[in-house]
């Protein structure tokens, strides 16, 4: 599915007039108390999704839309929130689907699936009916879904949500400080000016740490 693809988003209401000229602490996102920012010379966006949430699928276009004007600065990484066994199943696709290298063309596919056409891809015989249809060879998948690779990776993404005081998706954290949720972004044209902001701050903050002018 292409990045371009146009989704009416529910859950954000437009409220004509209401966007701040600047972003505020407490209502529009919250900061941690750290001294660290991520690791690498580069802004990191982690965007804490589920398959089975609306919002990550409304609001993950318009993400993309804007990572695509910041790839000089910003790395844009996924990452499952895994709270219950069914999210753990959806976590395993994704990573499968990412070490397949068919994320790309699948990933808002899975997000289709389930939202558009009610398929419950959290169940496993669903899963490999529903990858066939998309030639990913069934036994490959099978392989990958219960392989140390995609245990790995599972276990990185529950270790680095615990590291936050992540309890809903989407989240969006940047650089490992700043984080927002669609909750406190609630309107669709708050997305660009938020990150935008939040990208600002960091690099001023990662300044203020290295002791750079």
């Not at 529910?10 to 505020?24: D, K, M, R, Y």
């Amino acid at each position: 599915m292409s990045l371009s693809r146009q989704f009416l988003p529910i859950l954000f209401l437009v409220f004509a007039g209401f966007v701040s000229a600047e972003p505020q602490l407490g209502r529009d996102y919250l900061k941690l108390d750290a001294r660290v920012a991520s690791p690498g010379n580069r802004i990191e966006l982690i965007e804490f999704f589920s398959y089975s949430c609306l919002g990550c699928y409304q609001l993950g276009p318009d993400v993309d839309r804007w990572y695509l004007s910041q790839l000089d600065d910003v790395d844009l990484i996924l990452v499952p929130l895994i709270t219950n066994e069914q999210s753990a199943r959806l976590a395993r696709l994704f990573y499968a689907l990412e070490a397949l290298d068919r994320l790309t063309n699948m990933h808002y596919e899975v997000f289709r699936a389930i939202h558009d056409q009610e398929n419950r891809l959290w169940e496993m015989h669903a899963q490999l009916k529903w990858v066939s249809s998309y030639g990913v060879n069934v036994d490959e998948f099978k392989k990958l879904l219960n392989s140390d690779q995609v245990d790995e990776r599972v276990n990185k993404a529950r270790a680095l949500a615990k590291q936050y005081p992540i309890s809903v998706t989407p989240t969006l954290l940047i650089d490992r400080t700043f984080w927002t949720t669609a909750s406190m972004i609630r309107s669709q044209d708050r997305l660009v000016p938020i990150l935008n902001f939040l990208i600002t701050e960091s690099i001023e903050r990662r300044k203020l740490l290295t002791g750079m002018p």
